[in-house]
T-cell receptor, first 109, second 113 residues
Framework: KNEVEQSPQNLTAQEGEFITINCSYS?????LHWLQQHPGGGIVSLFM???GKKKHGRLIATINIQEKHSSLHITASHPRDSAVYIC???????????FGAGTILRVKS | NAGVTQTPKFQVLKTGQSMTLQCAQD?????MSWYRQDPGMGLRLIHY???????DQGEVPNGYNVSRSTTEDFPLRLLSAAPSQTSVYFC????????????FGPGTRLTVT
């Protein structure tokens, strides 16, 4: 079973700060997902990556397959970035994903 | 496209009652999954389906049944509700297995008293 650890669990930042959220997993994978869950509860997919780096607006996701580690960066953070950020990795065959417990981010203005 | 829809948004059940949580998607996705989300824990897979007529158990299947008679619909049945099933339930779909983008429904908040 793949184990997923996220850090930090909670993060408070000032508007404009650079933010990093980390995700480590225990078993080799084909792809890793970063998801965002807003206070209203809805979950949206931010990134799915299998190597290197992806960028979307102020969000950047990187993955190091050898070290079994991924990071999600937010540049020039804004209060609207306040959400729970979740990473997920495959866990065996079929359509099984295992999720980290999430990082609760609060950006203050 | 409506994406992934779930009904109801909220539900309160008494212990022992049964009910069905509905999930539908209009993206012609083969893969669909049900998750539960509990405070302090990550999403956990209950059941999943890789196509119409094909379902399999996830990490926490006990107390739940699923069926997939069409590509669009993937209902989750609680056979005899227990307080331990109080949770937020999410349905998700994707065009392929775990290396494909996942699309989530808005969730159903279930309370069992």
């Amino acid at each position: 079973k793949n184990e997923v650890e996220q850090s930090p669990q909670n993060l408070t930042a000032q508007e404009g700060e650079f933010i990093t959220i980390n995700c480590s997993y225990s078993v080799g994978i084909s792809a890793l997902h970063w998801l965002q869950q807003h206070p209203g509860g809805g979950i949206v997919s931010l990134f799915m990556l299998s190597s290197g780096k992806k960028k979307h607006g102020r969000l950047i996701a990187t993955i190091n397959i050898q070290e079994k580690h991924s990071s999600l960066h937010i540049t020039a953070s804004h209060p609207r970035d306040s959400a729970v950020y979740i990473c997920a990795v495959p866990n065996g065959g079929g359509n099984k994903l295992v999720f980290g417990a999430g990082t609760i981010l609060r950006v203050k203005s | 496209n409506a994406g992934v829809t779930q009904t109801p948004k909220f539900q309160v059940l008494k212990t022992g009652q049964s009910m069905t949580l509905q999930c539908a998607q209009d993206m012609n996705h083969e893969y669909m999954s049900w998750y539960r989300q509990d405070p302090g824990m990550g999403l956990r897979l209950i059941h999943y389906s890789v196509g119409a007529g094909i379902t399999d158990q996830g990490e926490v299947p006990n107390g739940y049944n699923v069926s997939r008679s069409t590509t669009e619909d993937f209902p989750l049945r609680l056979l005899s509700a227990a307080p331990s099933q109080t949770s937020v339930y999410f349905c998700a779909s994707s065009p392929g297995p775990t290396s494909y983008e996942q699309y989530f429904g808005p969730g159903t908040r279930l309370t069992v008293t």
